[in-house]
């Protein structure tokens, strides 16, 4: 199988890493050829024969730079290469952009369905902005469009509700979908500030530069909206969620739900009123018993309801960057395991 | 699809009732012909056109039999129904049996297999004894055999591992999977005793008038050797589970954790170690933190670990028949879907 990234952040620095330690993981039978890397900051580079993966990563590491020859710098844009290069499958990692409705992405993810290529992302624009077009492109160039990584940091989630629960229908969700604001709450609830909240969550790495992505709501509103198209047949973007951010939270409220044996969370939650969908990400009170309230740091949780189960919670507890590159990696398995691809 | 029931008890009703009901369930796209229902109390009924479902469950609630016409019953056996009837599916919901290590549903389930027919069970019984030769005997013969209410009330938990952890490794398991040993250790709690907490439980019609089967930990052994075998490919039966029950527990213990910020669990574990599997049923005390902490009553929890993931838990939190019901059909669907069967 044939793989073009584009973006080559994080993510795809550990799913490099899990291919070229495959023998570490018994049952991981997968040996792609990386055809092209494509970046924003570090141009791009092609090989028809495959990229050796350990330079690049130790290149990245060392000297940040994709490879120490410029002259081997591809002339291509990532849409160009999306566009015109001989791959099989798309791996689209580039950052989530709101402003930008999901795009550059979603014309990358695009312009590979086009072309009958599979994409396997863990972008959540596309899917947040852009779902319904982009699975009716890919029914329709008969292409796979999987993202198992974009909502719950490749948590099985989708595949939870397309692959185990045939025949049920999705009637609702809700769930704790990002980890900056769910530590920012818990450092309040211990008598800080939002401001120190933000500066430690930025300093552990683990929030932007800009805040607002986290503190207003975007993020997890772009995961609501992904999870209200994909599960409940919406066609919405995250600027149809009721959103609320946790700028109006302040010490003396976290502090005062935890004497009441509550705690502040911010939930994400879909439902439906007759056949609209609805979704909103608000700041609960969350009561002792409820799983939520067990959600810590970067950890997450979403409960699924349906019409022929009671509710089911999938928790993820400690989720890092290989959760993540191995929920993109079980796409490329599914895309690779329908399509005869080896 | 032709479907053949042996057992007709509670699950089998509710999967009557939803079969009855399927214009509630908008995606239940599903109509299954039962051909013949057979029980060890009531005799057998069959059916080559399809037995009026209506009819057979107002017998049953009215009069607790399966026909008003005794001359219909069968003169067949369940057994000789499995291996003489012409079906597509054995349903195999008769009760768990640990004393007759999984008998006699591990015969019905068996003579299926061996025509070629796929068998969707509940029973826990024929999974934690007889997995292995089971499942080897469904692959000779191109058939499936699904179980995935055997465990968890019919939350995807098989299908969780098997759909969605594609190259990944089930490294170990643990989990709380018997609901009146939780429903007593609550009790215990609050100050009650061993005694009454069953006495409780039996009144709720959730403990077996013999309790031995969750008191002594028979149930969630069998539970716990069923996810060794199928997840983790442990050749194991019940009786080689580490076993402990909760007779040993006192009033006190249980106060005394609780005051201590714990809490008793009855907790069933799974790992490896090199290439031996292990599994264990044990009273541990669970932290505050921890979300089997918060499973009260019937709610079941299971958290899986994995080489490519960290750990992933679901939370089932108050299931009931329906649950069950949904999983046996979901199997049903599942074997439909992949034989070409309607």
Same mark, same amino acid.
């Given at each position: 199988m044939k793989i073009l990234f584009i973006g080559f952040g994080n993510v795809a620095k550990e799913m490099g890493r899990i291919f070229i330690e495959? +023998?570490?993981?018994?049952?991981?039978d997968f040996k792609p050829v990386v055809v092209g890397i494509f970046t924003g900051r570090h141009g791009g580079l092609e090989k028809k024969e495959g990229i050796e993966l350990k330079e690049v990563l130790n290149e990245l590491r $060392?000297?940040?730079? $994709?490879?120490? +020859?410029?002259?081997? $710098?591809?002339?291509?844009t990532p849409l160009e290469a999306a566009k015109t290069? +001989?791959?099989?499958v798309l791996v689209e990692l580039s950052a989530l952009s709101i402003e930008g409705r999901g795009e550059p992405a979603a014309s990358h993810i695009s312009a590979a369905l086009m072309r009958g290529k599979s994409v396997a992302s863990a972008n959540k624009g596309p899917v947040s902005f852009h779902y319904r077009e982009l699975k009716e492109l890919a029914e329709k160039n008969g292409a796979l469009y999987l993202f198992?990584?974009?909502?719950?940091?490749?948590?099985?989630l989708f595949n939870f509700c397309s692959r185990c629960m045939?025949?049920?229908?999705?009637?609702g969700f809700s769930g704790i979908l990002n980890g900056t604001t769910n530590f920012i709450l818990s450092h309040m609830e211990k008598g800080g500030s939002l401001e120190e909240g933000i500066k430690m969550a930025q300093e552990a790495g683990i929030a932007e530069a800009d805040p607002s992505m986290d503190v207003d709501g975007w993020d997890p509103s772009a995961k609501a909206a992904a999870l209200a198209n994909v599960l409940m047949g919406a066609d919405m973007t995250p600027f149809d969620v009721d959103r609320e951010g946790i700028r109006t939270v302040t010490t003396e409220m976290a502090k005062d739900a935890v004497k009441r044996n509550m705690r502040l969370k911010l939930i994400c939650r879909g439902w439906k009123e007759g056949d609209a969908v609805h979704a909103s990400v608000k700041v609960e009170e969350v009561s002792r018993? +409820?799983?939520?309230?067990?959600?810590?740091?970067?950890g997450s949780a979403v409960r699924i309801e349906s019409d022929l189960m009671h509710p089911n919670t999938i928790v993820q507890e400690c989720p890092d960057l290989l959760d993540t590159a191995y929920g993109v990696i079980e796409d490329l398995i599914t895309i690779r395991d329908s399509s005869g691809l080896i």
């Open positions: 495959r +023998d570490l993981y018994s049952a991981l $060392l000297n940040n730079r $994709l490879t120490a +020859d410029e002259k081997e $710098l591809s002339s291509l290069l +001989d791959y099989d198992e990584s974009a909502v719950m940091d490749g948590a099985p045939k025949g049920a229908s999705v009637k018993d +409820d799983v939520f309230c067990l959600i810590s740091h970067y």
